[in-house]
């Protein structure tokens, strides 16, 4: 098999869309398909905020904010400012271009348009050529159970709280009746190749594959799906999910991560760091490319998206 | 009579906000009601803007830009910019920290605050003591209709296309269904005063007086009730005011507006330049101040205020 036409990415957001970015400047113009999770979504000051949308949006047009990753390169905060004048919290830090994104995206949904219509209308307007597609079109949220009993909105454990608090269990509400949208199944469908991005898999991932259908769509692809292992050396890349992993029981590992995903995925790329994992892995029926997973610069994520491209071709024939 | 403990004025953007901001810095704190025309607002990117509250808020709280005396001073524009980007329409300049007051009044007004509500909240944030009242918590629209025959929404007319369409009548949509808030009933009753400002009396005063029972209120209170030429030799201090009256058929001076007033003020200030007209109206039984009406300085502002409150103490002796 050459150089798949269509991929299709699964994705969270940081470490999602550093990987998509390098698919889609490797890949030919149109032929990546990113799914979004949208379980971190929530309303703030009215507005309706999709962090992992808006991230994956912004790191594709060239706009992030390279560190943390996240909201608009060189975005300023004068209207935040002014809503905490108000006697408001400002605790999520919402840029004054950035805020542009979710007042279009609310003013739209109360119109009646649905969030994939939305996301598809602000892409393209910022140039991007990628297929950017929210999990549903229905509400979904990611909830967090702590080991003292509290339910915790997403935004609340992982901005307010830095995901300090310990976690018993994570819940998706909504997902049980939330619907896959066509444009999702057809990508699924039409797809020569699914990777997971080395998101958050518990947080990011999970989520995705909780929408009725999603996770039997792609265990029953007849294409190559492999994931990216967000875990190097026992930690996490960025964020909480060596942490998290370790509190809901599992070894923070790339073995871990594969046997998280399976029956979901032919092959794991997890970092050299952790080449000692391989065979372990391999024995278990599951292709493996280890390299350097670390994606600082945009050329880290080419290169990246490039050996995995590579590679994918080869992991059913 | 001494200095009245208890003003109402009633406003529309930056001329009655430069005599209300006269009047709050002459009495003592907490004895100035201002009763505020929201004939202008609308909505814009599902936002729900209120323009001469906003105007009359800012300057009561000392942070609106002095030049052109709407927006807030030192504002910057990059959420608009952004909304610009995403292809939207923006002729209405708003700013990013004035974006905030309109997000926190779209989020209030969905959760089910009054416009009355949310406008004191906003205020009281702010440090202004003055009561800002909305003529209405109901929907009313201030339409335009052209020589022409079109029909133009207020701020398509006055922002867009720079008052410069020929107007043939104006309407409140709305405002025969709109109920007067007990908090604005209440306000006229207990005035010792009641004082129109310098604000076009047809887009901005006439307005508030379509709401059902304004009119009756004024016309039936028992304490001195006086206006504000916003007409000074034949022009309007700004906007569109002279062009207008001409335009429906009234001379634009202190005479004209006094007429248009009939029935519901015992005296005129208007601007030396026109003090031709003094006898005239006072023939009229109409009590008459003949001062410098330009308001530029906050000194301007406070001393016309200190006139006024001086002189109408007399009117009705």
Not at 118 to 132: C, E, Y
Not at 149 to 167: A, H, I, N, S, T
Not at 192 to 215: H, T
Not at 219 to 246: E, H, N, Q, T, Y
């Amino acid at each position: 098999m050459s150089e798949p036409m269509h991929v299709v990415a699964l994705a969270g957001g940081v470490g999602g869309a550093r990987l998509a970015l390098g698919l889609a400047r490797t890949l030919p113009p149109g032929a990546l398909t990113v799914i979004v999770n949208t379980g971190d979504d929530f309303e703030l000051y009215g507005l309706h905020i999709s962090p992992d949308l808006d991230t994956v949006t912004y790191t594709l047009a060239g706009l992030v904010n390279p560190d943390p990753g996240w909201g608009l390169a060189g975005d300023t905060f004068a209207c935040l400012e002014m809503i905490g004048r108000y006697g408001e919290d400002t605790w999520f830090r919402l840029g004054d271009r950035d805020m542009a994104t979710h007042i279009l995206r609310t003013a739209a949904l109360r119109r009646g348009e649905t969030l994939t219509e939305i996301t598809a209308r602000l892409a393209a307007a910022l140039g991007v050529r990628t297929k950017i597609l929210p999990m549903t079109d229905d509400p979904v949220a990611t909830m967090i159970i702590t080991a003292n009993g509290e339910k915790l909105e997403f935004q609340d454990y992982f901005v307010r709280r830095r995901w300090q608090p310990v976690v018993r269990s994570v819940v998706y509400e909504g997902a049980e009746v939330a619907r896959l949208p066509k444009t999702v199944q057809e990508a699924v469908k039409s797809a020569n190749a699914i990777v997971i991005a080395p998101s958050n898999p518990i947080l990011s991932i999970d989520p995705i594959l909780a929408v009725p259908g999603m996770r039997e769509l792609i265990a029953d692809a007849d294409v190559p799906r492999i994931a990216v292992s967000p875990i190097v050396g026992g930690k996490a890349i960025k964020g909480p999910a060596a942490k998290l992993m370790r509190e809901m029981g599992m070894e923070p590992a790339p073995a871990a991560i594969a046997a998280h995903y399976n029956g979901l995925i032919d092959g794991l790329v997890f970092d050299i760091e952790d080449e000692g994992e391989k065979e372990n892995i391999e024995a278990s029926g599951i292709s493996t490319l280890v390299t350097d997973t670390i994606m600082r610069t945009d050329e880290d994520k080419i290169r990246l998206a490039a050996e995995i491209l590579d590679w994918i071709g080869g992991i059913r024939e």
